[in-house]
């Protein structure tokens, strides 16, 4: 019997002879992003509240060392008055993302690659906010290296995009997409509505505007209602007044919505894209099966 466990203990020894090797293997082997030569390096935004340790593990989160270059600026609660009105300049901002920029007509691909530590905002919340705030076709990334609200990683996508773009966002539509971030997550959290279907509600809303083009507030007003009542969605007085006024104020923008609902319809399907080719490649893992199955059935084999 001793020879059999002994047997075993060599087994398992194999084994992590043949892991370890192939782990560093696939690590040295590991091929960085190249740089697109015609829209430029990813760029990644630090809150600047971010301590030395807490900028470290976003930029694990980010993968930043997966990029063979990016370029790197800081969010303070500067930029934040700078994008949206009344807001606060000493604010403390911890929220930080990765843009990379695509060709025209890839649309928005947004992941929150720290869940747990973004705490209101969904990817459909910052989708929605980011095209009515005139932001298109890029990946975005969203970290925090604790809980937080997620609402700074907004305006640092706003300061990363100029930069990259050399374009200037519009400030009222910045403006009305954080006032839009601001109204579904109240939403979210006061109507006991999901996030989902917040992000549902919105993007309808807009559509119907683009497809009715209403010319007063009353009209807006009845878009809304007849949303809600579609999306069997019951909401206070105050909530249906939030959303009456902010989509009022986004009616009222030069914003081709259009454009914007055909963008929204594809997040869904380039997030089925982005994480379902991790699982596609079956012959690595088959190959991995049939290694540990022989494996077994050989240990199996020294106790008969």
């Known amino acids: 019997m001793k020879q ?8 398992f020894a194999l084994l992590i002879s043949f892991v370890l090797p192939m782990s560093a293997s696939a690590a040295t082997t590991e091929q960085k992003n190249p740089i697109n030569e015609k829209l ?30 990016v370029d790197e600026i800081t969010i303070s609660g500067q930029d934040l008055a700078k994008y949206i009105k009344d807001s606060n300049p000493s604010s403390r901002m911890f929220s930080s993302a990765k843009i990379t920029r695509q060709d025209a007509g890839k649309g928005l ?8 530590n973004i705490t209101q905002v969904t ?49 009222e539509r910045t403006d009305v997409a954080n006032d839009e971030l601001s109204v579904a997550t109240s939403i979210a959290e006061s109507a ?74 594809d997040l869904t399907a380039k997030f089925d894209e982005k994480f379902g080719a991790i699982l596609e490649d079956e012959g690595f893992w088959q190959s991995v099966k049939n290694f540990f199955n022989n494996l077994i059935d050989t240990i199996s084999s020294w106790f008969k």
């Not at 059999?4 to 087994?11: N, P, T």
């Not at 509600?201 to 505007?209: F, N, Q, S």
């Open 40 to 69: 430029g390096v990813p760029i990644v935004v630090y809150g600047s509240n971010l301590s030395a340790d807490e900028k470290e593990t976003v930029k694990i989160a980010l993968r930043v060392d997966q990029e063979t270059e």
């Open 192 to 265: 006991g509505v999901s996030d989902a279907q917040v992000a549902e509600l919105l993007t309808e809303i807009k559509k119907a505007i683009a497809e009715n083009k209403p010319a007063t507030k009353e009209e807006v007003q009845q878009i809304v209602e007849e949303q809600l009542n579609k999306l069997q969605i019951n909401l206070s007085e105050a909530d249906r007044q939030l959303l009456v006024d902010l989509m009022d104020r986004i009616s009222n923008l030069n914003i081709d919505f259009g454009k914007l609902s055909s963008q929204l319809s």
């Open 4 to 11: 059999k466990w002994m047997a075993v203990i060599a087994a």
């Open 123 to 171: 990817s459909e919340m910052y989708a929605n906010a980011m095209l009515t705030a005139g932001i298109e076709d890029a990946i975005v990334e969203i970290a925090a290296p604790k809980p937080v609200t997620g609402h700074s990683a907004l305006v640092g996508i706003y300061k990363a995009y100029e930069a990259k773009t050399g374009e200037t966002l519009d400030i």
């Open 109 to 116: 691909t947004i992941s929150i690659v720290t869940p747990d």
